[in-house]
């Protein structure tokens, strides 16, 4: 059985710092794309940040480009999501997902699609203050 598991959410004050974690458990996904998504209350879940390939190509929302950095350590079957400047307006639950398929990267608009990824975590909830 696939786990992902989400760590790190917290308070923050805005122009804070913070580091997700999210580790997999039951597979590994060296040539899987995984990737981070949010949702905030009332409002759809929106893509954030996706390493591909195992890591060969980095997508991320224009909203956070510049700001987070996602990174995977594939020894540890983690990948991590490195927020810095955080705003009022990223606070939201934040997911980890994962592509079961080992596909080769091609077109980015692919990897910004809920229905690509077959494995999803439970969330952490990440809050900033103005």
């Known amino acids: 059985q696939v786990q992902l598991v989400e760590s790190g959410g917290r308070l923050v004050q805005a122009g804070g710092s913070l580091r997700l974690s999210c580790t997999a458990s039951?597979?590994?996904?060296?040539?899987?794309?995984m990737a981070w998504f949010r949702q905030a209350p009332g409002k759809e879940r929106e893509f954030v940040a996706s390493?591909?390939?195992?890591?060969?190509?980095?997508l991320y929302a224009d909203s956070v480009k510049g700001r987070f950095t996602i990174s995977r350590d594939n020894a540890k079957n983690t990948v991590y999501l490195q927020m810095t400047s955080l705003r009022p307006e990223d606070t939201a639950v934040y997911y980890c997902?994962?592509?079961?398929?080992?596909?080769?990267?091609?077109?980015?608009?692919?990897?910004?699609?809920?229905?690509?990824?077959?494995?999803w975590g439970q969330g952490t909830q990440v809050t900033v203050s103005s």
């Open positions: 997902a994962a592509d079961s398929a080992e596909r080769m990267y091609y077109d980015a608009k692919t990897y910004y699609r809920e229905g690509l990824y077959d494995y």
């Open positions: 390493s591909t390939d195992s890591g060969s190509t980095i």
């Open positions: 039951g597979r590994t996904f060296n040539r899987s794309a």
